[in-house]
């Protein structure tokens, strides 16, 4: 695994580590889940509270936990790169299987008013509630992603974001630093 693929998996990582106590487990989805509702101001016990307390704890669910390798219901960052390391050897296409539908649910969290793209205020609450980033930096990042002129980010450029954090290692790529300054 390259330099720049280890330091931008190691972000993620950190990111997602809500306790910060080096391993991800399914509290940590939880907490964030807790952290974004209270974000968006969901009343408590409603459809919308459940279903993004649900959207979220699905991507530990689907996405995080099959890294486990050791069956400890905790998966640390050996793991986790082992994992992504695998995935990241697989061609491009190898996304819309193991990826994607975790970047869908991030998508229709983030996706708050149902447009179909995501504003950079929504982009800023989603990355601030979910990976502790900094509302400036947040801002910064997503104005890198986001062309000028447009009103906000669609699926189809989320995922485009998401393969370029991924796969490219092009060192001043604007997608390096989506979970943070690396």
């Known amino acids: 695994m390259s330099d720049l693929r280890e330091r931008k998996l190691q972000r993620y990582f ?31 016990g409603s459809a919308q509270e459940r279903t993004t307390a649900a959207a979220t704890v699905k991507i530990w ?3 995080i936990a099959p890294m486990d390798a050791d069956g400890s219901g905790q998966v640390t960052f050996a ?6 390391g695998q995935l990241l050897l697989i061609e ?3 996304y819309a299987a193991s990826i ?10 983030c996706d708050t008013d ?3 793209e995501v504003t950079q205020a929504e982009y800023v609450r989603l990355m601030g509630a979910a990976c502790g980033i900094p509302a400036e930096e947040a ?26 954090f991924f ?16």
């Open 79 to 84: 793991e986790f790169g082992a994992a992504f």
């Open 139 to 164: 801002a910064a990042t997503y104005r890198s992603l986001v062309p000028a002129g447009h009103a906000g980010m669609t699926r189809d450029s989320w995922h485009q974001m998401l393969l370029e």
């Open 100 to 109: 994607r539908p975790s970047a869908d649910a991030y998508f229709d969290l």
């Open 114 to 116: 149902g447009s179909g």
């Open 92 to 94: 491009r296409e190898a």
């Open 14 to 44: 950190e990111a997602i580590d809500n306790d910060g106590d080096g391993v991800l487990t399914r509290d940590d989805f939880t907490a964030v889940a807790q952290r974004y509702v209270q974000a968006l101001a969901l009343a408590a």
């Open 61 to 63: 669910d689907d996405l």
């Open 167 to 182: 796969y490219d290692q092009e060192p001043d790529a604007p997608a390096n630093h989506l979970f943070g300054r690396i």
